[in-house]
């Protein structure tokens, strides 16, 4: 008889813990979580990784990540990582925002934070709505889309246009890789991992500030069900925020 | 044993403060600049590359904060520094850090207010200092220098205390000790800084650590809070500081802190020179306040007058410490005025 060996070819990955999440059916923070971890994992960093949880639905991230976690105030994540990376430069430091802790209360520090060009990188989860707090108009939520605080729908003469984060720090000098992607689809699941993971890598080669913008779903606050806000984000989320490489000084062939 | 040879320097406030950071082992800083307290970030610029820390000049003062939240996150000492505009603004940090158990040492250059105020030497934040400042239920130590050799002495200090109790220690001093330039005696630089179990480094040989302020599991916030006014109770037990001045035979007691108090000393000469029975009483700590010590000098008085450079905040914690019935006045100059010796001299003759 020929003994037969077991060959793992899927497993939890060791950089989450086994708690469940509090994200709701068709959430897109479980994929990205999921790839953080498979990430750090594969580049065998989980030991030297410190993150930093927002303020938002992500803000109890340090139950699920297997690794160091601190929380920072809202919008604040750019400013505590300057800390945490300047005092430890040979650790890995990555902040996880959504788009109210990014885009708004914390744009001043995520603008300066990219001007510094500090060693970071940056995971921004852009879902169109403050999720934690019930579905208000956050800064990336597009024309026309309903929340709570614009139920008729926001109009650009009453709540302004929202904002488009990765063509804005693309034009920061300091900013060295920059991209949008999105997950509602297997191919761009796997794109959104190569780009996270890139951002990873050019920290551990000391090339700088990265930032990736995933376009992802909140389907209790878009009043969805979790397929058909999949759709929306390709179909609508992707129209104003198109996907792609907005900025990339690391690459050997820019 | 041989001779040691003590260092003497003249500094400013500004730089006596941030010296004694350096010295107390402090390897970040990162602020924003404000008037009266620019020297302190322009010396740390240069300080702090030349002992491999870390200086920072950041986009907002609540970003400054946040950057000190980082890096004592990782363990490390570290600070920033502001005058009160920009104090209002560190605020949000400071509430996090209590919340989150984080050592750091915040320096306030108080400066008129409210609003943008002036840019003049004021004890206006006495309040923001000693109730929390910020949102929530928590302390923060207040250490209140008089001359530039205490501000040095109280900013070393205040990183042990902040690293004994992790919490953030606050010290509060005004735009003239900023300024005002002095001999300062200087002590030695701090060899070793405590090792923190608790901070992250890398979970490297252990399970990972985190650092949070939320606690939404029924009771549990309850259960961190009583630990933190626990913890405050052995503050208040083990670190407060005052000094008194000819207090043994007294008629008026002035109550005074930091600036102020430097003035009073002063007018108490003028008064024992007209044989009034005066003496001072400097509380060094303003949180905790030497409450029960205040009690025991005050019953040799008469009468006590308090003397602040502000509308009347201090005295509510005299008044609360003052078991006695006896007539507590004020006099305080809430604006652009540091009041003269002889001013205060006039007010002791007239209670």
């Known amino acids: 008889m020929t003994q037969k060996t077991k060959k793992y070819i899927y497993k939890r990955p060791e950089s989450l813990t086994n708690d469940i999440t509090i994200y709701c059916p068709g959430c897109g923070h479980g994929i990205i979580h999921k790839i953080i971890a498979e990430i750090i994992d594969e580049l065998g960093i989980r030991e030297k990784t410190i993150g930093i949880a927002p303020v938002g639905c992500a803000v109890l991230a340090y139950n699920y990540f297997n690794f160091d976690v601190t929380e920072a105030a809202h919008g604040r994540p750019p400013a505590v990582a300057t800390g945490i990376k300047r005092c430890l430069p040979d650790r890995i430091v990555f902040t996880y925002q959504g788009d109210g802790d990014l885009a708004a209360i914390g744009t001043a520090e995520i603008i300066h934070a990219a001007a510094r060009g500090e060693n970071i990188t940056v995971i921004f989860v852009n879902n169109g709505v403050y999720g934690m707090t019930k579905g208000q108009m956050a800064p990336t939520t597009l024309l026309g889309q309903q929340t709570t605080t614009t139920t008729k729908g926001r109009t650009a003469l009453q709540h302004g246009y929202p904002i488009r984060v990765c063509e804005l720090l693309a034009t920061i000098e300091g900013a060295t890789y920059i991209e949008r992607t999105k997950i509602d689809s297997i191919p761009d699941i796997i794109k959104t991992k190569r780009a996270i993971k890139k951002g990873f890598l050019y920290q551990i080669e000391n090339k700088g500030f990265s930032l990736i913008e995933v376009l992802s779903t909140c389907p209790t606050n878009w009043r969805k069900t979790p397929s058909k806000a999949m759709e929306w984000v390709g179909a609508e989320m992707a129209n104003f925020f198109p996907t792609g490489v907005y900025k990339d000084k690391g690459s050997p062939n820019k | 044993m041989a001779h040691k040879r003590v260092e003497r320097v003249i500094l400013t406030g500004c730089e006596a403060a941030a010296e004694g950071a ?330």
């Open chain 2, 22 to 351: 350096i010295r107390a082992g402090c390897r970040f800083y990162a602020g924003y600049p404000i008037t009266p307290q620019n020297r302190f970030p322009e010396y740390m610029s240069e300080r702090m590359p030349e002992e491999n820390g870390v200086f920072i000049q950041a986009e907002s003062e609540v970003s400054a904060i946040n950057m000190v939240f980082g890096a004592s996150v990782t363990g490390k000492r570290a600070m920033t520094s502001s005058s009160s505009p920009g104090i209002s603004l560190k605020q949000e940090g400071i509430s996090y850090l209590a919340g989150c158990e984080l050592p750091a040492v915040i320096i306030n250059m108080n400066r008129g207010g409210p609003g943008l105020g002036s840019v003049t030497p004021s004890q206006s934040d006495y309040f923001q200092s000693t109730r929390g400042g910020g949102h929530g239920d928590y302390r923060t130590i207040a250490l209140a220098p008089w001359n530039v050799q205490e501000i040095y002495d109280l900013t070393y200090l205040a990183f042990t205390l902040a690293d004994r109790y992790r919490n953030p220690v606050i010290v509060l001093a005004d735009g003239m000790i900023a300024q005002m330039m002095e001999p300062v005696k200087l002590l030695p630089p701090v060899k070793t800084t405590p090792t923190k179990k608790w901070a992250l480094t890398g979970c490297k040989r252990r399970r990972p650590n985190s650092i949070k302020s939320l606690f939404l599991t029924h009771g549990v916030l309850e259960t961190h809070n009583l630990k933190i006014a626990d913890k405050y109770r052995q503050i208040i037990e083990n670190e407060t500081l005052y000094q008194t001045y000819m207090c043994d035979d007294i008629d008026v007691l002035l109550v005074s802190f930091g600036t102020c108090a430097r003035i009073c000393f002063e007018a108490l000469a003028l008064a024992r020179a007209k044989g009034i029975k005066a003496g001072l009483f400097r509380p060094i700590t303003l949180w905790p306040f030497p409450s029960e010590h205040l009690q025991r000098v005050a019953e040799k008085a008469k009468k006590i007058l308090v003397v602040e450079m502000n509308c009347g905040q201090m005295i509510e914690d005299v008044k609360l410490a003052v078991k006695k019935d006896i007539r507590i006045c004020f006099y305080g100059r809430p604006g652009d005025g540091v009041p003269t010796p002889e001013e205060i001299f006039r007010e002791i003759k007239k209670i």
